[in-house]
């Protein structure tokens, strides 16, 4: 915010802060969908919360024999870090990425991969293409910085693909690491991802399958009505 603007903004803050904290006061329940926002409620509001996490209909999904390539589907934004995750595949020519998402990133991502053949970007496609792109992947990439929950980890587990991701915010909560996937350190490099790429490979991938599966269903769709239930009917 240009300096000249802070004092306005600043006094809009304080407004939307009181009246943030008077809605929070009003509500019977809250709800969080991962153990990192729970403890922002608690150590921001002093609140206690339940978690309740974001249903992902597993079912939906499906396994396939992998094309031999490694997708991204982040949204294509400076927090999710894709500009990483190029950096790593631009080391690994022998080695195929495809970016399925879109963002305000993509022009400066673009520019970053060009002259890369190994780096596809198909932007914003469908869902069942996403899912097709999904279920044919050796597996999915995700790094973003302290993610409150992140669904495409499930999808990507419920699909039987192995999930390459950061050990922070909800990926902590969905991802097994060397079970169901590999979790990097929060602040890592490219090199690292080259390590885990060449660590999960076809085979190793495939040997994940029925883990990935089993652990996405402790987030389906029906386990959360179940859970909404239980909370509407207390």
Same mark, same amino acid.
């Given at each position: 915010?240009?300096? %000249? /603007?802070? +004092? %306005?903004?600043?006094?809009?803050?304080?407004?939307?802060? $009181?009246?943030?904290?008077?809605?929070? #006061?009003? &509500?019977?329940?809250?709800?969080?969908?991962?153990?990192?926002?729970?403890?922002?409620?608690?150590?921001?509001?002093?609140?206690?919360?339940?978690?309740?996490?974001? +249903?992902?209909?597993?079912?939906?999904?499906?396994?396939?024999? =992998?094309?031999? /390539?490694?997708?991204?589907?982040?949204?294509?934004?400076?927090?999710?870090?894709?500009? *990483?995750?190029?950096?790593?595949? $631009?080391?690994?020519?022998? $080695?195929?990425?495809? %970016?399925?998402? =879109?963002?305000?990133?993509?022009?400066?991502?673009?520019?970053?991969?060009?002259?890369? #053949? #190994?780096?596809?970007?198909?932007?914003?496609?469908?869902?069942?293409?996403?899912?097709?792109? %999904?279920?044919?992947?050796?597996?999915?990439? /995700?790094?973003?910085?302290?993610?409150?929950?992140?669904?495409? +980890?499930?999808?990507?587990?419920?699909?039987?693909?192995?999930?390459?991701?950061?050990?922070?915010?909800? *990926? *902590?909560?969905?991802?097994?690491? #060397?079970?169901?996937?590999? !979790?990097?350190?929060?602040?890592?490099?490219?090199?690292?991802?080259? =390590?885990?790429?060449?660590? *999960?490979?076809?085979?190793?991938?495939?040997? &994940?399958?029925?883990?990935? /599966?089993?652990?996405?269903?402790?987030? =389906?769709?029906?386990?959360?009505?179940?859970?909404?239930?239980?909370? !509407?009917?207390?």
């Amino acid at each position: 915010v240009p300096t %000249i /603007y802070r +004092p %306005i903004y600043h006094r809009f803050l304080e407004k939307y802060r $009181k009246q943030y904290i008077d809605s929070i #006061n009003s &509500m019977d329940t809250i709800l969080v969908n991962s153990l990192a926002v729970q403890r922002r409620v608690s150590n921001f509001l002093g609140k206690p919360s339940t978690i309740i996490y974001p +249903p992902c209909d597993v079912d939906s999904f499906s396994y396939a024999d =992998d094309e031999g /390539y490694y997708l991204s589907t982040a949204r294509l934004d400076s927090l999710k870090r894709i500009d *990483l995750v190029i950096n790593a595949f $631009k080391m690994m020519p022998e $080695k195929r990425l495809i %970016i399925a998402s =879109d963002g305000n990133e993509r022009k400066n991502l673009e520019h970053l991969a060009s002259g890369s #053949n #190994n780096i596809t970007f198909v932007g914003m496609i469908s869902d069942d293409k996403l899912k097709n792109l %999904i279920s044919k992947c050796i597996a999915t990439i /995700y790094i973003p910085i302290s993610e409150d929950f992140g669904i495409s +980890p499930v999808e990507s587990m419920a699909a039987g693909k192995p999930v390459i991701g950061a050990a922070e915010g909800g *990926l *902590l909560e969905t991802v097994v690491h #060397n079970e169901t996937g590999f !979790l990097l350190p929060p602040t890592l490099i490219a090199e690292q991802i080259c =390590d885990a790429v060449n660590i *999960l490979t076809r085979e190793a991938s495939k040997s &994940m399958r029925e883990a990935c /599966y089993l652990r996405s269903k402790k987030f =389906d769709v029906k386990t959360f009505f179940a859970q909404i239930n239980d909370i !509407l009917n207390t």
